[in-house]
């Protein structure tokens, strides 16, 4: 008589109703702590000389019936035994395991001898173990059903659950991953408040001392300015067209900005000179940092700026705080032929207010300035601040 198929060799083939497929394998998993019906029956029509229990798998193996009404009737037999006859069944089924395993090595004579009903002399031992180790340990005579349901169960609940080193874990790499996605943010929107105050203007701008020898009279040429007490040094750009904020914030990725409305340096007026005390670390240019120690500036320091091969000589009278629309800084001071005003943002890193540093022309001597030749009159509605941050770039274009 053919062998019956292994139920979870069936759910492998048909496969073609996953519902049903589900059904049987939920039935597998349920049977799993008994001895299999297929292997059972197997072993039932192996033998000659049965038990009672392989005589009740023989005869139901050869009543025609389906191997899933075969399996509930093979499991509800088994739950009626005692223990100690459930214990039997399970030595029953590794001895025929052991068997089977055995005649697997054996020459074709061993088998023909096994199946007489002779007994095999030479087994081997790891063939033994191995066949153990394969199989489910046998119940124990003390066990009951319902602690095997207990054991059961109590394996497939806590598959499904995280223990609370991993929920630690889990908790963990996500605070960790979120800090840094906000460190990360922060730096690129505020980095400008973050590092101004670390900030020396020499180390980005120039390595030339601001030692100026007053008994030389060579002058380099380059538009420059240079305030030696707050080490700064750098390029004016004379060519920004308009006061427009976009034709400025351009100018100043270039160096300091002279607003071309106010006289140049040898004219009677005030020159006025803007320049970045902060800006984002990620915008273009090389002086986002020139005059963010111009607050240090106090009366009596001297400035220079040098244009056209001369060197002016500013001395500061006069330092203040204003608002951004107080446009005003910008005009003629009374009483002062000829001045230079530098400009920047204050508190560095803000567009709040701005930090205004005058100071008199001292030399040369102003007497031999000549007329301002500014032919715009235009005043803008607010001085230049620092360029914009990453964070306002984003609100200015969303809304």
């Known amino acids: 008589m053919p062998d019956i198929p292994d139920t979870r060799k069936r759910n492998t083939q048909e496969g073609s109703d996953p519902a049903v497929d589900l059904i049987r394998q939920k039935l597998d998993k349920l049977y799993s702590n008994e001895p299999n019906a297929a292997e059972e029956a197997a072993e039932s029509n192996l033998t000659t000389h049965r038990s009672k229990y392989q005589n009740f798998m023989h005869d139901l193996s050869t009543s025609g019936k389906p191997i899933s009404e075969i399996q509930t009737a093979w499991h509800n037999?088994?739950?009626g035994l005692t223990n100690k006859e459930k214990h039997e069944v399970w030595q029953e089924f590794y001895s025929a395991q052991n068997q089977k395993s055995a005649l697997f090595k054996a020459t074709p004579q061993q088998v023909s001898q096994t199946q007489q009903g002779t007994p095999m002399v030479e087994i081997s031992t790891n063939t033994t173990e191995t066949a153990h180790t394969k199989l489910p340990k046998a119940p124990s005579k003390s066990a009951s059903i319902s602690e095997l349901k207990k054991q059961i169960t109590g394996k497939v609940r806590v598959r499904g659950k995280l223990t609370r080193k991993q929920h630690l874990k889990s908790l963990?790499?996500?605070?960790?991953?979120?800090?840094?996605?906000?460190?990360?943010?922060?730096?690129?929107f505020f980095n400008e408040r973050f590092i101004a105050p670390f900030i020396t203007p020499s180390k980005t701008v120039s390595a030339t001392p601001l030692i100026l020898d007053p008994n030389n009279n060579a002058v380099d040429p380059?538009?420059?300015?240079?305030?030696?007490?707050?080490?700064?040094?750098?390029?004016?750009?004379?060519?920004v067209p308009s006061i427009s904020e976009d034709d400025v914030?351009?100018?100043?990725?270039?160096?300091i900005v002279h607003y071309p409305t106010t006289p140049n340096p040898g004219e009677l007026g005030n020159?006025?000179?803007?320049?970045?005390?902060?800006?984002?670390?990620?915008?273009?240019?090389?002086y986002k940092f020139i005059f963010v120690l111009l607050n240090w500036m106090e009366v009596g320091d001297t400035f220079y700026i040098q244009k056209d091969g001369v060197r002016y000589v500013y001395k500061?009278?006069?330092?203040?705080v204003v608002k951004p629309s107080d446009v005003s800084v910008l005009d003629p001071i009374a009483g002062k032929p000829s001045t230079a005003t530098l400009i920047t943002c204050d508190p560095p890193g803000t567009n709040v207010?701005?930090?205004?540093?005058?100071?008199?022309?001292?030399?040369?001597?102003p007497v031999k300035n000549v007329a301002s030749s500014v032919k715009e009159n235009a005043t803008p509605d607010v001085l230049a601040g620092n360029s914009e941050?990453?964070?306002?770039?984003?609100?200015?274009?969303?809304?």
């Open 222 to 239: 380059t538009p420059q300015i240079i305030i030696p007490k707050i080490n700064a040094q750098g390029p004016v750009v004379y060519d």
């Open 389 to 399: 941050s990453l964070w306002s770039r984003l609100v200015n274009y969303i809304f």
């Open 271 to 286: 020159a006025v000179f803007f320049g970045h005390s902060s800006g984002n670390i990620l915008n273009r240019g090389k």
């Open 77 to 79: 037999y088994y739950v």
């Open 316 to 320: 500061v009278f006069e330092k203040r």
């Open 249 to 255: 914030q351009s100018g100043l990725e270039r160096g």
């Open 353 to 365: 207010n701005r930090l205004i540093v005058i100071g008199e022309q001292i030399s040369p001597d």
């Open 172 to 188: 963990g790499f996500g605070l960790s991953m979120g800090t840094l996605v906000v460190i990360v943010l922060l730096f690129g």
